[in-house]
Nanobody, 124 residues
Framework: QVTLVESGGGWVQAGDSLRLSCAASGRTFADAYMGWFRQAPGEDREFVAAVNWGSGHTYYSDSVKGRFTISRIIVKNTVYLQMNNMKPEDTAVYSC?????????????????WGQGTQVTVSS
């Protein structure tokens, strides 16, 4: 069984930065993907970023490219999402996901394991 625990959410002002962490326990993920998704009230879950656990290759949605950075530290079994120059439209519950496949890395259904989510609020 895999457990994912997110931390680092909170309230910031537009232009500020925030870093989310996702600590995984239970297994390692070889060449699978770990990703971050977000869901704003009344909206569908949206892909944010993903990283290949083995190679470190990263992928971003157009809405966050250039502002957010996903990374992982293998020895800590932890994935991070560094969010810079944040905007009010970044406000959402951010969830960490693991066990993703290359052909579905931007789709929520492509991931096997999910964290409980952490709220991020950006005020203007």
């Amino acid at each position: 069984q895999v457990t994912l625990v997110e931390s680092g959410g909170g309230w910031v002002q537009a232009g500020d930065s925030l870093r989310l962490s996702c600590a995984a326990s239970g297994r390692t993920f070889a060449d699978a993907y770990m990703g971050w998704f977000r869901q704003a009230p009344g909206e569908d879950r949206e892909f944010v970023a993903a990283v290949n656990w083995g190679s470190g290759h990263t992928y971003y949605s157009d809405s966050v490219k250039g502002r957010f950075t996903i990374s992982r530290i293998i020895v800590k079994n932890t994935v991070y999402l560094q969010m810079n120059n944040m905007k009010p439209e970044d406000t959402a519950v951010y969830s960490c996901a693991a066990g993703g496949t290359a052909w579905m890395l931007i789709r929520a259904e492509g991931y096997k394991y999910w964290g409980q989510g952490t709220q991020v609020t950006v005020s203007s």
